[in-house]
T-cell receptor, first 117, second 110 residues
Framework: AQKITQTQPGMFVQEKEAVTLDCTYD???????LFWYKQPSSGEMIFLIY??????QNATEGRYSLNFQKARKSANLVISASQLGDSAMYFC??????????????FGKGTLLTVNP | AAGVIQSPRHLIKEKRETATLKCYPI?????VYWYQQGPGQDPQFLIS???????DKGSIPDRFSAQQFSDYHSELNMSSLELGDSALYFC?????????FGSGTRLTVV
C-alpha cells in the first residue's frame, strides 16, 4: 500500500509569518495526485490545495502553495502570512488518478499547527 | 451550493448496540466514500461505492456493512458496537477526481 509520511506532529508559528508543513510519499507512479486538507477542532475536513504528479508547476491557492519536489518525493505545504484561524490539524493525502473508480485517499498522520499571536 | 450531508451529527450508543449512519452526496456525484477517524488518528478508508455498486473495500470490520441506494445516498450499518468504534465517520462524494467531504458523524460508544 502507498504511504504518506508527515514527520512533524506539531508546529508553532507566529502570526503573519510563513510556515512549511512537510509531506513525503513513497510512490513513483506519476498517475497519483496529492491533496492537503485542514481539519479544525470542529472536525470538518476542508480542502486546501491539490498537486497532480504530472503537473509541471507547483500548485498555489491564495496563501497556500506547494513546494513539490519529485526527485525527493515531497510535497510540502507553505502557508504564508499565518493567521490565528490557521490553527488546525493539517493532513496530506494521496490518491491514484487512474485505473477505475477506486480513488480512495490515503492520509498521513497529520501535523497540528498552532499560530501564536 | 449543496454539500455532502451526513446524519446524525452526533450519536451515542451503548456497547453491543447497532448504529446506522447516513450520507447524502452532492447531486449527480456517482461515488461515495466512507472513512473512520479515531481520536487523534488519521482518517482510514472503509468502503466506497460507484454507481450503487461497491467499488473498493478497506479496513472495514465484518460487523459493519454499507450500501448505496437508488437515489445515491449511502448508509453505513454498524452492529455489535465496541468501545473502539468511537470515532468520527466521514462520508465524501465525488463525480470525477474532486472530493467533497461531509461534516462527519461523531459516534461515541459507551
Amino acid at each position: 500500500a502507498q504511504k504518506i509520511t508527515q514527520t512533524q506532529p506539531g508546529m508553532f508559528v507566529q502570526e503573519k509569518e510563513a510556515v512549511t508543513l512537510d509531506c513525503t510519499y513513497d510512490t513513483s507512479d506519476p498517475s497519483y495526485g496529492l491533496f492537503w486538507y485542514k481539519q479544525p477542532s470542529s472536525g470538518e475536513m476542508i480542502f486546501l490545495i491539490y498537486q497532480g504528479f504530472y503537473d509541471q508547476q507547483n500548485a498555489t491557492e491564495g496563501r497556500y502553495s506547494l513546494n513539490f519536489q519529485k526527485a525527493r518525493k515531497s510535497a510540502n505545504l507553505v502557508i504564508s502570512a499565518s493567521q490565528l484561524g490557521d490553527s488546525a490539524m493539517y493532513f496530506c493525502a494521496m490518491r491514484r488518478n487512474s485505473g477505475g473508480s477506486n480513488y480512495k485517499l490515503t492520509f498521513g498522520k497529520g501535523t497540528l499547527l498552532t499560530v501564536n499571536p | 451550493a449543496a454539500g455532502v450531508i451526513q446524519s446524525p451529527r452526533h450519536l451515542i450508543k451503548e456497547k453491543r448496540e447497532t448504529a446506522t449512519l447516513k450520507c447524502y452526496p452532492i447531486p449527480r456525484h456517482d461515488t461515495v466514500y466512507w472513512y473512520q477517524q479515531g481520536p487523534g488518528q488519521d482518517p482510514q478508508f472503509l468502503i466506497s461505492f460507484y454507481e450503487k455498486m461497491q467499488s473498493d473495500k478497506g479496513s472495514i470490520p465484518d460487523r459493519f456493512s454499507a450500501q448505496q441506494f437508488s437515489d445515491y445516498h449511502s448508509e453505513l450499518n454498524m452492529s455489535s458496537l465496541e468501545l473502539g468504534d468511537s470515532a468520527l465517520y466521514f462520508c465524501a462524494s465525488s463525480l470525477t477526481l474532486g472530493y467533497t467531504f461531509g461534516s462527519g458523524t461523531r459516534l461515541t460508544v459507551v
